[in-house]
C-alpha cells in the first residue's frame, strides 16, 4: 500500500494489479485496502455504468478520503472494516475481483501522529484504526519481556530482539514509553550492530506495527472470506510488502490451487476435494523503474489467483 512520499497517490504496481483483475465493464469489484485510492480509482475508470466497486478500509482518514473522492459515484460503496469483513458486505459467488494491498500507507508512514514511523516524532500509536485496541505505547507498557522478545524476533525478524526487549523493559521501569523518538532511541542503543542502509529501529517498529493491528491474523480469515465471494473466474490479486505476508500469501494460494492433498493422484477427485484456485503467472515484482521513483516499492510482491469451482 506505500506510495512515493513526494505523491501520496502513486499506489505501488498499479497497472500490474489491475490488469491482473481483467476488469469488466459489468463486473463486481472489491478494493479491501483503499488507502488513499489509487487502485480503486483505477478500477472505476474500467466500469461501465452497471459495474460496482466495494472499497473497504479501517482507517477513518482513508475512508473519508474515499467518500470524498469517489463516495458520490452511484456504483461506489464505501465501508469502513478490517480487510477480512468482505462476506459482510457481499454476496458468496458474486464479484468478478478482490485485491488487497498490505501493509501501511504513505500517508500513515508521513503524519507523525499517527506514530508509525521512527522518522518523525509522535505518539507511539500505529494503530490504524486510532479509535480501536491497544496502541503500540500501551503493548510496551503491559508485555512481559518474553511476549516482547517474541513480538520483535517473530514479526520483524530482528536478530537482536532479546538486546531490544532487555533495554526496553528497562527502560519503562524508568519512565513510560510514549513517543517514537524515545522507541528508537532506545532501540538505537540496543543495538550493537547495523545493517547497511537500514536503521536499527526498522524491524521493530514494523513487528509491534503488526503485533498492534494484528496484521497477519487478519489475512488468511481474508484470502479465505475473499475466495468465497469470487464467482468462478473471478480475480484475486495481493500485494505484499514484508516476507512473512508475502510466504503466507504464496502458501495459501498454492494450497487452494492444489486441492485436498489427500485425494491427490486418485483417478477420481470428489468435487468439495478439488482445487478452488488456479494460480495466474508468476510473483510479479515492481520495475527498477518504479523502485527508482517510489523506493518504498522496492520490496512489494503481487501474487494472482482465479477461482475455477464453485
Known amino acids: 500500500m506505500v506510495s512515493s512520499p513526494l505523491n501520496a497517490h502513486a499506489s505501488v504496481l498499479l497497472a500490474e494489479a489491475v490488469a491482473s483483475l481483467a476488469v469488466r465493464s459489468d463486473g463486481c469489484y472489491v478494493d479491501a485496502t483503499y488507502g488513499r485510492g489509487g487502485h480503486a480509482r483505477a478500477i472505476l475508470g474500467l466500469l461501465g455504468p452497471t459495474g460496482e466497486l466495494l472499497v473497504i478500509d479501517r482507517d ?4 473519508a ?25 457481499v454476496e458468496p459467488l458474486s464479484v468478478a475481483g478482490v485485491l488487497f494491498d498490505l501493509g501501511v500507507s504513505s500517508p500513515q508512514l508521513d503524519d507523525g501522529q499517527r506514530g508509525f514511523s521512527f522518522m518523525r516524532d509522535g505518539p507511539l500509536d500505529m494503530r490504524m484504526d486510532p479509535e480501536h485496541g491497544e496502541s503500540a505505547a500501551d503493548f ?5 519481556e518474553q511476549e516482547i522478545v517474541a513480538v520483535i524476533f ?7 530482539a532479546r538486546r531490544i526487549a532487555a533495554a526496553l523493559v528497562a527502560a519503562r521501569a524508568q519512565s513510560s514509553i510514549t ?3 524515545q522507541l528508537a532511541e532506545i532501540i538505537s542503543r540496543a543495538v ?11 524491524r521493530t517498529f514494523q513487528a509491534l506495527r503488526m503485533r498492534v493491528n494484528k496484521e497477519l491474523e487478519l489475512i488468511e480469515r481474508a484470502l479465505g472470506n475473499a475466495i468465497d465471494v469470487l464467482q468462478v473466474g473471478g480475480r484475486l490479486a495481493v500485494i505484499s510488502f514484508h516476507s512473512l505476508e508475502d510466504r503466507l500469501v504464496k502458501r495459501y494460494l498454492r494450497r487452494e490451487s492444489d486441492g485436498d492433498p489427500i485425494w491427490r493422484g486418485m483417478p477420481q477427485v470428489p468435487p ?10 508468476k510473483a510479479i515484482r515492481p520495475s527498477e523503474e518504479e523502485i527508482a521513483v517510489n523506493p518504498r516499492a522496492r520490496s512489494a510482491t503481487l501474487r494472482v489467483a482465479e477461482r475455477v469451482r464453485a
Not at 510496551?140 to 512481559?144: D, E, N, R, V
Not at 468439495?272 to 503467472?281: H, K, P, T, Y
Request: net charge neutral.
Open 154 to 160: 517473530e514479526l520483524g525478524e530482528e536478530r537482536f
Open 60 to 63: 477513518p482518514q482513508a475512508v
Open 272 to 281: 468439495e476435494a478439488q482445487a478452488r484456485l488456479a494460480l495466474v503467472g
Open 179 to 181: 513517543t517514537t523518538a
Open 192 to 202: 550493537p550492530k547495523r545493517e547497511p542502509g537500514k536503521h536499527p529501529a526498522t
Open 65 to 89: 478520503h474515499a467518500r470524498e473522492t469517489i463516495g458520490q459515484d452511484a456504483r461506489v460503496t464505501v465501508r469502513q472494516a478490517t480487510f477480512d469483513a468482505i462476506a459482510e458486505w
Open 140 to 144: 510496551i507498557a503491559k508485555a512481559s
